[in-house]
């Protein structure tokens, strides 16, 4: 099963990323059915399949490709500026279970949910929504009486890209947490060097000792309560295991 399903993702991703071209789906966008790329795009997938499948399963490959053309065909049809994002993520949420149930078709198998939700894993989701959601949160009620302050000095130097802060964020304190169970701590002292060598710039020119201020008190408690999760983790999947 696993080399089968294995076939069929990649095939996936050549045609639906690897030989999809920027220009291919920008014309797609545009003419919708009419446009010529989009034919292109289902004979890459359909050359992919006959590849990795070796002439074999043409009956999947016919499956593929049909429910492949339409779930494609009402993305190009419903999509504009405002729900591209949206409808890209459900165009491949949709491929993929296509592939699941096709998997599930050619060598049926059952997920067992209590072994998937077990305490371990569990802990380890649980953790990953306190480093990502819960302490960036937490952050925010931290810093709330300094950020009007801050935005006010930031916005006079032109500002920066919406939320970028929050996913900034979020990716350091997943990096550290990750480096923590890995047992990497000089990775930890390269991260933060590293991100005080790309702030450095913006500092020194706006000259803003307050927004400076504002980051390092941010990146400390950020690294800070990664680290501090990181440990707690560490103890507890110990006395779970």
């Not at 190009?76 to 949420?93: G, H, M, P, V, Y």
């Not at 699941?100 to 049926?108: A, D, G, K």
């Not at 952050?139 to 950020?147: D, E, N, T, V």
């Amino acid at each position: 099963m696993t080399l089968f399903a294995l076939k069929l993702i990649l095939a996936h991703f050549l045609g639906d990323f690897v030989f999809q071209p920027a220009h291919w789906v920008d014309d797609k966008l545009q003419k919708k059915w009419k446009s010529k790329y989009l034919y292109w795009h289902m004979g890459i997938h359909l050359l992919a399949l006959l590849v990795l499948l070796q002439l074999e399963h043409l009956g999947v490959i016919a499956i593929i490709m049909v429910t492949h053309f339409l779930i494609d065909l009402g993305k190009l049809i419903f999509s504009n500026t405002k729900n591209f994002r949206w409808l890209f993520a459900l165009d491949q949420i949709l491929h993929l279970l296509v592939i699941l149930l096709i998997i599930n078709w050619h060598t049926p198998f059952q997920i067992d949910f209590e072994s998937v939700l077990n305490e371990k894993n569990l802990l380890f989701i649980t953790f990953l929504v306190f480093v990502t959601y819960v302490s960036g949160i937490l952050m925010r009620m931290l810093l709330a009486p300094y950020i009007t302050e801050v935005q006010k000095s930031d916005d006079a130097e032109g500002g920066s890209l919406k939320n970028a802060g929050k996913y900034i964020g979020m990716l350091e304190r997943l990096f550290v947490f990750g480096f923590i169970l890995l047992n990497q701590w000089a990775a930890i002292g390269l991260l933060i060097t590293a991100k005080s060598v790309f702030r450095f710039g913006d500092l020194n020119k706006g000259k803003n000792r307050k927004l400076t201020e504002y980051v390092l008190i941010g990146t400390l408690l950020s690294f800070g309560l990664a680290i501090l999760a990181g440990m707690l983790y560490n103890h507890m999947v110990e006395m779970v295991a």
